[in-house]
């Protein structure tokens, strides 16, 4: 279980703050706004109504003991900026910045983000992927080159076990697991037999799983 201090409870932070907890961690909720803490307040475990851009209130929050401290002030860069600047400097150990443009990210990393989520270019890539090919159907990025698909059996894989096919000989690429039927199985072996009722879990090189599967 991790304590994570989430500043900024707008759709991104209420949303993200929620799924934390459903996963068991402990979650404070800041925002300026008392109508945002309130909404916000059946998902978190505490809730604090304050500005974020002033340093006696953070101080009196705490930060370094937060696990991770999110800033996800999108419509207040400025403040963003403010208040990732702060966080560093009162010693947080990890602070993770949101950002909507590419400036921002830049300028984020510049003032002490370790780490910067941009959640529309993210989501613009992901929906570029799938569904500009009819069979890929999840996508993500693991970092600049690698990355995770899943996506249909070939017609011509069908029927074959997937050491007989030997992707990581042939590709360069993993399959890592197989979902069928609304269940995934990451427990496959050679002897593992495809069907057109599958998509596979794949993981490699970005450019070697678009030729392979001629994405």
Excluded at 78 to 90: F, I, N, R
Excluded at 113 to 138: C, F, M, N, R
Excluded at 154 to 175: A, L, M, N, Q, T
Aim: hydrophobic share 35%.
């Amino acid at each position: 279980m991790k304590t994570i201090l989430m500043i900024g409870l707008g759709r991104f932070g209420t949303n993200t703050s929620r799924r934390l907890c459903e996963l068991g961690h402990e979650v404070m909720g800041v925002d300026r706004r008392r109508e945002s803490v309130e909404n916000a307040m059946r998902w978190l475990t505490s809730g604090q109504i304050g500005d974020s851009t002033d340093e006696k209130f953070l101080r009196s929050l705490g930060v370094r003991n937060f696990d991770i401290c999110f800033v996800s002030m999108g419509d207040d860069f400025k403040s963003s900026l403010v208040t990732t600047t702060l966080l560093k400097e009162l010693g947080v150990s990890y602070v993770v910045a949101v950002a909507e443009e590419d400036v921002q990210e830049y300028l984020l990393k510049r003032v002490g983000a370790d780490e910067v989520i941009y959640p529309q270019k993210q989501l613009g890539e992901w929906a570029a992927v799938k569904y500009s090919s009819d069979h890929v159907t999840d996508y993500f990025r693991i970092d600049g080159e690698c990355a995770v698909y899943e996506v249909d059996v070939p017609r011509k894989w069908i029927g074959h076990g997937i050491g007989e096919i030997d992707v990581r000989r042939r590709y360069g690429i993993s399959i890592i697991g197989i979902r069928e039927h609304g269940h995934t199985d990451v427990l496959i072996h050679p002897d593992t037999v495809l069907s057109g009722k599958m998509t596979l879990l794949v993981v490699g090189d970005d450019k070697k799983i678009q030729k392979c599967f001629r994405i």
